[in-house]
């Protein structure tokens, strides 16, 4: 198993364009979730999906949109990029939409906005 | 709402010294409780979690968490620490409202370990 991936590992953007990074995971988890890291305030959740052709927004999704047409893959959209949005992105997936369930967390993207 | 105080940001441990990393947490009911860990450049790894029962729980690398529910803490120890731990780590706490379960995480804390 490769667990979850996340592709690209660096990015850098100039304000005003958009982006699509990817998460994938294959260990055919039904939640899978996208996080958001900033120096002194821990991790903060976006979006997370429950399932396939499900999803809902979590804590910090302003300028973000995220789909859920496959059980394996979760893509993050930047729609119109902001320094705001300058941070590292983990994307995360477990068995069940249960807090007790293991997260398994991708290696993150690197996002820098100019 | 639940909330994650890890009160020092940064700690400095000789390495073979023990540690002990500070988590308090606000939550009305029973909570669940995580300690995670993230390398440099990696994402982030469970070491350990508590849900019920006894309330000294053990993980993987040698650590462990002790609940005190009438502290509202979920401290991490280690014995004795290798030069391998050095990374950050993330107390969390998930609050299991049915539809809205939700991982709430902490500010962190940086452990540097000197030789």
Redo the contacts between chains.
């Keep these: 198993n490769a667990g979850v991936t996340q592709t690209p590992k660096f990015q850098v953007l100039k304000t005003g364009q958009s982006m699509t990074l990817q998460c994938a995971q294959d260990m055919n988890h039904e939640y899978m979730s996208w996080y958001r890291q900033d120096p002194g305030m821990g991790l903060r959740l976006i979006h997370y999906s429950v399932g396939a052709g499900i999803t809902d927004q979590g804590e910090v999704p302003n300028g973000y949109n995220v789909s859920r047409s496959t059980t394996e893959d979760f893509p993050l959209r930047l729609l119109s990029a902001a320094p705001s949005q300058t941070s590292v992105y983990f994307c995360a997936s477990s068995y069940q939409a249960s807090v007790t369930d293991t997260q398994y967390f991708g290696p993150g993207t690197r996002l820098t906005v100019l | 709402a639940q909330s ?1 105080t890890q009160p020092d ?1 940064h700690i400095t441990v000789s390495e073979g010294a023990s540690l002990e990393l500070r988590c308090n947490y606000s939550y009305g009911a029973t909570p ?1 409780l995580f300690w ?1 860990v993230q390398s440099p ?6 070491l350990l ?1 508590y ?1 019920s029962g006894d309330t000294l729980v053990q993980g993987i690398k040698g650590f462990e968490a002790e609940f005190k529910r009438s502290q509202s803490s979920f401290n991490l120890r280690k014995p004795s620490v290798h030069w391998s731990d050095a990374a950050e780590y ?1 107390c969390a706490v ?3 409202n049915f539809g809205n ?3 709430t ?4 804390t940086r452990l540097t370990i000197i030789p």
């Design positions: 994650v940001i669940y995670y450049g990696q994402g982030l790894q469970l979690k849900f993330f998930g609050a299991a379960e939700k991982l995480f902490g500010t962190g």
